[in-house]
């Protein structure tokens, strides 16, 4: 029996859905922007409609372009940026191999020893993930001390570069003492060498700057992991489609939600 469509008893076309969330997650656009777009086409589409569209299938999508991921590299950039929710500011963590390729990112309150063991234990399950392309997506992070498994996958890790936070060598030694980090892999802590990193974080600025900050936590996430899902796109990170191929992108999303293009 075949797996029933995610669009099912939607009012619009699923092809009108993918236009609105793949134009939302790529370009600085607002809701409001989207809905005079839709309305130029003739096709009355309440922002608060597209808003729905997003929160509903943003996660969809970065969970079905997990499994499509190309392997990266063995030397790994983290850092953390700004994210205003309700007029306070949160701390996206985020992870570039040394070829520019999202790993993985990670929302948090805090800016701790706390925040970055979890983060580096995400990554390092998406790395194995991304290497043995056997593993299911998992939502939500468990323990570190859940992770051991995969120390074997993800011993390719030569290097982690990170900037002068002093919570980052503590998460480091701790992972190490758990067996979750190999002890082989280097921390370096030069700020210059995450210059990639910090300018791969424009676009999180570029794309969060319409809606002016989010109103709940949960909101803020769901949204970004489509940021973060589009970007993995648009950089070529997906298996058969290339950086650049806008046409062969848009094609991609639609096969992944089993839509034709």
């Not at 299938?57 to 372009?65: D, G, H, M, N, T």
């Not at 990670?106 to 580096?120: G, V, Y």
């Not at 503590?170 to 210059?195: D, F, I, T, W």
Request: charged content about 25%; aromatic content about 12%.
């Amino acid at each position: 029996m075949k797996n029933a469509s995610p669009f099912k008893w939607r009012q619009f076309e699923a092809a009108i859905i993918l236009l609105c969330i793949r134009w939302y997650l790529r370009y600085s656009l607002s809701y409001r922007d989207l809905e005079e777009m839709m309305l130029e086409r003739g096709l009355h589409v309440d922002h608060t409609t597209i808003y729905r569209w997003v929160q509903k299938y943003a996660p969809e999508l970065e969970k079905r372009c997990r499994p499509h991921l190309k392997a990266y590299s063995d030397s790994w950039k983290v850092d953390e940026t700004y994210i205003k929710i309700k007029k306070v500011w949160f701390y996206l963590y985020r992870a570039v191999d040394s070829e520019g390729n999202t790993i993985e990112f990670l929302l948090s309150p805090m800016r701790d020893a706390e925040a970055a063991t979890r983060f580096f234990c995400k990554a390092l399950y998406s790395s194995a993930c991304s290497t043995s392309q056997a593993c299911p997506v998992a939502e939500q992070v468990a323990q570190p001390t859940a992770l051991t498994d995969t120390t074997t996958v993800t011993s390719a890790l030569r290097v982690i570069n990170v900037d002068k936070n002093a919570a980052y060598p503590r998460a480091v030694a701790n992972l190490k003492a758990a067996g979750v980090l190999p002890e082989h892999v280097e921390l370096r802590q030069v700020k210059y060498l995450n210059n990639l990193i910090e300018q791969d974080h424009r676009f999180i600025k570029r794309l969060t700057k319409p809606g002016m900050g989010f109103f709940s936590f949960e909101t803020a996430s769901r949204t970004l992991q489509g940021y973060e899902a589009y970007n993995m796109i648009r950089k070529g990170q997906l298996q058969r489609v290339n950086k650049g191929d806008v046409r062969g992108q848009v094609a991609l999303v639609a096969k992944l939600f089993g839509v034709a293009a």
